[in-house]
């Protein structure tokens, strides 16, 4: 049903669904030119437009004013996603790719199939919409499973000759390893489900396994579950006896919280609090790791051109110790220490994921732990993972992610150097 001069009932439900994610990655310069040459929009509503503000409120009022231009505008929409290279929001609308873009991309050898990793939906029903959070790599790396990597061991020397001077490890299990993943999100239709995020979880799952960690995994829970999870987890006794702990989040997150599969979010604040000195005294002293593979926001980086001259690195300074003091009758603790937390994206940031081998971070983390855990402390290999991932620059042509970059980063509050010791 549609009026006579208005656009579709249905269309203008896909744009009213589908508009949050719209807003946010709609890149709208050169789309609104091509929405003017065709008359869908007035010269005096691209200047309308391009007077509200920024990139998002410019994309909202173009939902706003798209319905009221016609039974065309719709169509008219699409074809300019397409003609602008993004095919990727053309596809989440369910449109029918252009036949001429089609015979070009089976010329180049790169269809929307391959672009996207996934298939192209051709029911008949509104497929999942993609979202930034979403942002996936064109597999160029070869094999279509996750690198498992062998843990090098340590040596007897380097273990008696660094073991004074680091956090005890030497535990059998190393400690307990707790993995929350999720993948699919049913019924939320702004988060699509994480292609390649079950890679992630069989990587980490072996990792830490051949650590000489007992891993546990939950898969595919709501908030509530995976906060219930996770207090469990903490509560546990068998920590007391053991010498360390990791705890992993891989879903899809803004800055500061992880999704469950209901769409609600899980703060990492939240999760940090029921590992601390206080909440969970059987850790007390004892390195406590976690690893966040999510989003932080959605921006990507579209990088900046290397200037001629050698790469050049500043070192912090340092602040002197405070030496006086007269001791106190009894000692405490710093409600949150010995805590090392990595983040697989800056905040506000993008992480973004390759549908057949897992994301970016987790790949770089596990190659780095199972090559240079036998001689290098944790925050050592996590310089080398941001190395890496510094490195690693995105592949997906024809849509705004192409050539995009990543930066991983950490957060630590441990006060000596963590060594694994694998195999000691």
Known sequence: ?????????????????????????????????????????????????????????KNVELLRI?????????????????????QHLAQSLHSTIPQQQEEEENRTGESLREVLGSPVQESHSPPKRARISDVMEYSLDGGDGPELLAVQPSTARFYQDHRQTSYRMCSRPRGLCLIVSNVR????????????????????????????????????????????????????????????????????????????????????????????????PQLQNKPKMFFIQACRGGETDSGVDLQDGKERVKSP?????DAGGNGNIHIKLPTRSDCICGYACLKGMAALRNTKRGSWYVQALSRVIAGHAK???????????????????GFSPGTEFHRCKEMSEYSSTLCKDLYFFPGC
């Open 1 to 57: 049903m549609r009026g006579e001069c208005g656009m579709s009932r249905e269309h203008q439900e896909l744009l009213r669904s589908h508009r949050v994610s719209l807003a946010q990655e709609l890149v709208p310069e050169e789309l609104l030119q091509h929405l003017v040459q065709d008359s869908t929009l007035t010269e005096e509503m691209l200047q309308h437009i391009e007077g509200v503000g920024g990139t998002f409120r």
């Open 317 to 321: 300074g340092c602040e002197e110790a």
């Open 375 to 393: 001689d290098m402390h944790l925050a050592d290999m996590l310089v080398k993972v941001n190395s890496l991932i510094k490195q690693r620059e």
């Open 185 to 280: 999100f049913p019924g939320v239709p702004d988060l699509v489900d994480r292609q390649g995020g079950e890679m992630d979880r069989l990587v980490l799952s072996t990792l830490f396994t051949n650590l000489g960690y007992s891993v546990t995994s939950v898969c595919n829970q709501t908030q509530q579950v995976m906060r219930r999870e996770l207090e469990r987890f903490a509560s546990r006794l068998e920590h007391r006896a053991l010498d360390s702990c990791v705890v992993a989040l891989l879903s899809h997150g803004v800055e500061g919280a992880v999704y469950g599969t209901d769409g609600e979010l899980l703060q990492i604040q939240e999760v940090f609090r029921m590992f601390d000195n206080d909440s969970c």
């Open 66 to 86: 798209l319905p009221k231009r016609g039974p065309r505008a719709f169509d008219a929409f699409v074809s300019a996603l397409v003609a602008t290279g993004q």
